[in-house]
T-cell receptor, first 112, second 113 residues
Framework: ELKVEQNPLFLSMQEGKNYTIYCNYS?????LYWYRQDPGKSLESLFV?????AVKQEGRLMASLDTKARLSTLHITAAVHDLSATYFC????????????FGTGTRLQVFP | DAGVIQSPRHEVTEMGQEVTLRCKPI?????LFWYRQTMMRGLELLIY????????DSGMPEDRFSAKMPNASFSTLKIQPSEPRDSAVYFC???????????FGPGTRLTVL
């Protein structure tokens, strides 16, 4: 069964600092998705990574995918308060590609 | 595009009542997903449809839950009878088969008293 694990689960960081959120998954998959959820809001798609070595950047966030290691990272550069949210990664199931398996989420709090 | 539309946005009902949640996917999307999110259990996939056909309902908690998709632009999730443990935020999402990136609606916050 495909399992998706994120760490850390909670992250409290100071503005201006850098940090990385990790997403590990247990079986082969070539596609990985990152979502953001603000408190009380819906999930918003951030990045779609479709192949090994894919790297995407938007503002202070950069996501990468290593399918051989079954690992994706979400790197935060010079964090600002507006990045405070919960971040989810999700993976395609190789045998059933309509369905995404979501990680547990990483709750990020950025403080001054 | 208006995105995925869900109604109602908030629903408060009493235990034993029937609840119907509604979803309109993004036009042209052929997969539709119903999720439930709670603090305790996180985000759970309940059921998904492809081309209006239910493909996987293994996440539906029990017979009290049912979902339909009578056409490409409308789906319902029904709970009958509702129980307090059904209180959660229910999200609908849609995607195109070739890409699988799911777009989520605003959610329905259900409270069962």
């Amino acid at each position: 069964e495909l399992k998706v694990e994120q760490n850390p689960l909670f992250l409290s960081m100071q503005e201006g600092k850098n940090y990385t959120i990790y997403c590990n998954y247990s079986t082969t998959s070539d596609r990985l998705y990152w979502y953001r959820q603000d408190p009380g809001k819906s999930l918003e798609s951030l990045f779609v990574l479709l192949s090994n070595g894919a790297v995407k950047q938007e503002g202070r966030l950069m996501a990468s995918l290593d399918t051989k290691a079954r690992l994706s990272t979400l790197h935060i550069t010079a964090a600002v308060h507006d990045l405070s949210a919960t971040y989810f990664c999700a993976v395609d199931r190789p045998e059933n590609t309509d369905k995404l398996i979501f990680g547990t989420g990483t709750r990020l709090q950025v403080f001054p | 595009d208006a995105g995925v539309i869900q109604s109602p946005r908030h629903e408060v009902t009493e235990m034993g009542q029937e609840v119907t949640l509604r979803c309109k996917p993004i036009s042209g999307h052929n997969s539709l997903f119903w999720y439930r999110q709670t603090m305790m259990r996180g985000l759970e996939l309940l059921i998904y449809f492809n081309n209006n056909v239910p493909i996987d309902d293994s996440g539906m908690p029990e017979d009290r839950f049912s979902a339909k998709m009578p056409n490409a632009s409308f789906s319902t999730l029904k709970i009958q009878p509702s129980e307090p443990r059904d209180s959660a935020v229910y999200f609908c999402a849609s995607s195109i088969n070739s890409i699988h990136e799911q777009f989520f609606g605003p959610g329905t916050r259900l409270t069962v008293l």
